[in-house]
């Protein structure tokens, strides 16, 4: 995946530390299963629609399928197409070389028809070579608004993956083992606390982690409550 995204004059932000094995499966297991299939090549279905709320895993789980896929050997890319908007969707040309091919955040610019035509022709390329195309939304296929209907019908028509939230347990074990991986301690009832007095999602817990962990270096202090109290009435004053 790295070599890939080097050669491509992209704002693209990569993230090593996203893959399947840091990725909690809670009730995913069997979406996480088909994820991998098409990472490896060994899936039937070319074109995998992942859905799910901000928060609940999308992006870490398509550059956890780019890491996959590059670590068997085949060329992939993970494009955030909501934060590419700026360089039009002539980014999506001249990538029939990738084995895997995955975009982010395409309700983002679906609507817009530039962006739709340039996606349709993406999927048809893809699908004539046989190479697997993911894309993920934050909205459930039905509530898509493209301009191209034979585009909303091919997406409706992929393996839909309807990602589910983590229950507590399982989010906790995620705070757990990032805190671990940052070189923290973070205990039980500390990691609860934290859940019950921030949002309860990854997209917000993740950088709140790296925050405390920068803050826990800085202050020479463990994380305790008492600490986090501290940082949390910080971070909202």
């Known amino acids: 995946m790295v070599a890939v995204a080097e050669q491509l004059p992209l704002p693209l932000t990569l993230h090593p530390e996203w893959t399947f094995e ?9 979406a996480i299963a088909h ?3 098409a990472a490896r090549g060994t899936l039937c279905d070319p074109f995998i629609v992942l ?20 670590r068997h050997h085949h060329g992939s890319l993970v494009l955030p197409l909501k934060d590419l908007t700026d360089n039009g969707p002539q980014l999506l040309e001249d990538l029939d070389h990738l084995d895997c091919l995955c975009l982010d955040d395409v309700d983002g610019v679906l609507g817009h028809p530039a962006w739709d035509l340039a996606l349709m022709m993406m999927y048809q390329q893809r699908m004539n070579l046989g190479k697997p195309l993911l894309i993920s939304l934050s909205c459930p296929v039905g ?3 493209a301009c191209l209907p034979d585009l909303s019908s091919r997406i409706a028509g992929g393996l839909i993956l309807n990602l589910k939230p983590l229950s507590d347990e399982d989010l906790l074990s995620v705070l757990i083992h990032r805190s671990q991986s940052l070189g923290m301690e973070l205990t039980p009832s500390v990691g609860r606390y934290l859940m019950t007095h921030t949002p309860r999602s990854l997209s917000s817990l993740m950088p709140l982690l790296e925050r405390l962990d920068q803050a826990s270096l800085a202050a020479q202090r463990r994380l305790t409550i008492p600490f986090i109290k501290t940082q949390l009435s910080g971070l909202h004053s």
């Open 22 to 30: 840091s990725f909690q499966e809670g009730p995913n297991s069997e």
């Open 35 to 37: 994820l991998k299939a």
């Open 51 to 70: 859905v799910g709320l901000k928060g609940h895993g999308k992006s870490h789980l398509l550059n956890a399928v780019s890491e996959d896929a590059h």
């Open 143 to 145: 509530d898509i608004k």
